[in-house]
């Protein structure tokens, strides 16, 4: 199984959700730990430090994704010339392959300087993270790690416009190559939805599109609690929720 986080936020995380992921990661112990982007809160030198020390505390291997407050909001020279400078400082690589036991997960950096809110996905991109899935043991899980949704449905308020411009394409590039999921954080909201039967994929699996909420930020959508998701090694999909009286995460059992 792996740990679907997002959204951490850092700069405005609350200890109490980070010390019961902790206890999570330590009593679960999950093959991975995937983050969905929006690491800190505006992208300061201290929120990726205390952010890389929160993930090497859990001791299990991670792979992190840019969201839109990564990259530099008020300091227009870095922003504009090298947004990813601090991300890169503390995690490297802006897009990264993690193999686990059950699961292949490519990350893909979705954020541009000009389209930091909806998103971006180009065409090189399209095509490295189809050689990526070809390259993907046939027996494993095959997931994709973007900040934005690809998918939102069209009551809510958010309609399409934050969905990455060529999103809609990529999706269908790579569900031709065994796609099993997307992981996706940005709205700070949970939900799951299978995009072979919204899109008509033609896959002979489903193709979840997973968004997670924030995982440790104060910065709740609509008073939804904390929470984050659990991809299990059938590629189904549990919610956890932050119980205030608990202060611990628990299943969402309307999701399970
Ligand atoms: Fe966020």
């Not at 996905?121 to 973007?146: C, F, G, H, T, W």
Request: proline content about 6%; glycine content about 6%; some cysteine.
């Amino acid at each position: 199984m792996i740990l679907h986080l997002s959204d951490l936020h850092f700069g405005t995380e609350k200890p109490e959700c980070i010390r019961a992921i902790q206890k999570f990661c330590l009593d679960h112990q999950p093959e991975a730990v995937i983050v969905s982007g929006d690491l800190t809160q505006r992208a300061r030198y201290q929120q990726f430090y205390h952010c890389k020390q929160f993930l090497d505390s859990l001791k299990i291997p991670y792979l992190v994704v840019p969201g839109n407050h990564d990259i530099p909001l008020y300091h227009v020279w870095n922003r504009i010339f090298s947004p990813f400078a601090r991300y890169r400082l503390f995690f490297g690589q802006l897009e990264d392959v993690l193999e686990t036991e059950h699961f292949y997960i490519v990350g893909v950096n979705s954020i541009r300087r000009r389209y930091h809110t909806k998103g971006h996905i180009s065409v090189e991109q399209i095509q490295q993270v189809n050689l990526a899935l070809e390259r993907a043991p046939p027996n494993k899980i095959r997931v994709i790690v973007a900040h934005q949704p690809f998918y939102t449905p069209p009551d809510q308020n958010h309609g399409v416009k934050d969905c990455p411009i060529l999103g809609k394409m990529a999706l269908e590039t790579w569900s031709k190559n065994g796609l099993n999921a997307l992981l996706h954080g940005h709205l700070h909201q949970s939900a799951v939805y299978d995009l072979n039967q919204v899109y008509q994929l033609d896959s002979p699996h489903p193709v979840l599109e997973i968004h997670a909420g924030t995982a440790t930020s104060y910065r709740l959508h609509h008073g939804l609690p904390n929470g984050f998701n659990v991809l299990l090694n059938d590629v189904d999909v549990q919610h956890y929720y932050f119980s205030e009286p608990d202060q611990d995460f628990k299943i969402d059992e309307r999701c399970a």
